[in-house]
């Protein structure tokens, strides 16, 4: 399954479907970008991160995706599982001396099918 | 290891009255943020400590609100004069650096209700 980030906030997959989850940042001269999953009750929790030199970027399970030409980020997620349900936020910043310092998306609730 | 750490979890109070909220940062962490969250929203930079500096308070949103960091550890975010505006989840995040490859961890938030 796939999402448009901001315009489709919620993406359901089927457990074992491969999900993407898409984000159209703002700021073209973003340098940093990463994606936190949230579950309810929970403060945001880190998954992967990617820096504006890259375009690629391969965690366990999980794909970053950055096309700076389109100002677009994607998040893949490989055999998605019942766990993975959260909501899924995108984030930038720029300027290396403060990567703490982000500009979250309103996030994509990802819900997984048994 | 311990993550961090916010209180209270909850707290509701009355229009107008001041609240406090706490964080505890990861031991070791020179970076602290404070972060708030409205209801389905994404997350809004508020404030930003690292080490002795001087914080970072371009996103604080008026002048009621204020935060603390003493002794390079523990932070209290305070809001005066509380309105219903502000009820949100606030959430306090820490990293190792203000660095690239040093990504925030989150505390769990302090959810706050303004009656």
């Known amino acids: 399954g796939e999402s448009v980030g901001l315009h489709l906030p919620t993406l359901s997959v089927q457990e074992g479907d491969n999900s993407i989850i898409n984000c159209a940042y703002s700021n073209s001269a973003s340098d940093y970008f990463i994606w936190y999953k949230q579950e309810s009750g929970k403060g945001p929790q880190f998954i992967i991160d990617i820096r504006s030199n890259m375009d690629k970027r391969q965690g366990q399970r999980v794909t970053v995706l950055l096309n700076k030409t389109v100002k677009h980020l994607s998040l893949q997620i490989a055999a998605t599982q019942p766990g993975d349900s959260a909501v899924y936020f995108c984030a930038e910043s720029y300027g290396s001396s403060n990567t703490g310092k982000l500009i979250f998306g309103q996030g994509t609730t990802l819900q997984v099918k048994p | 290891g311990a993550g961090v750490s916010q209180s209270p979890s909850n707290k509701v109070t009355e229009k107008g009255k001041d609240v406090e909220l706490r964080c505890d940062p990861i031991?070791?962490?020179?970076?602290l943020y404070w972060y708030r969250q409205s209801l389905g929203q994404g997350l809004e930079f508020l404030i930003y400590?690292?080490?002795?500096?001087?914080?970072?308070k371009s996103g604080l949103p008026s002048d009621r609100f204020s935060a603390e960091r003493t002794g390079g550890s523990v932070s209290t975010l305070t809001i005066q004069r509380t309105q219903q505006e502000d009820s949100a989840v606030y959430l306090c995040?820490?990293?190792?650096?203000?660095?690239?490859?040093?990504?925030?961890?989150f505390g769990n938030g302090t959810r706050l209700t303004v009656t």
């Open positions: 400590f690292q080490g002795n500096s001087a914080p970072d």
């Open positions: 995040a820490s990293s190792l650096t203000r660095q690239v490859n040093s990504p925030l961890h």
């Open positions: 031991s070791g962490h020179t970076a």
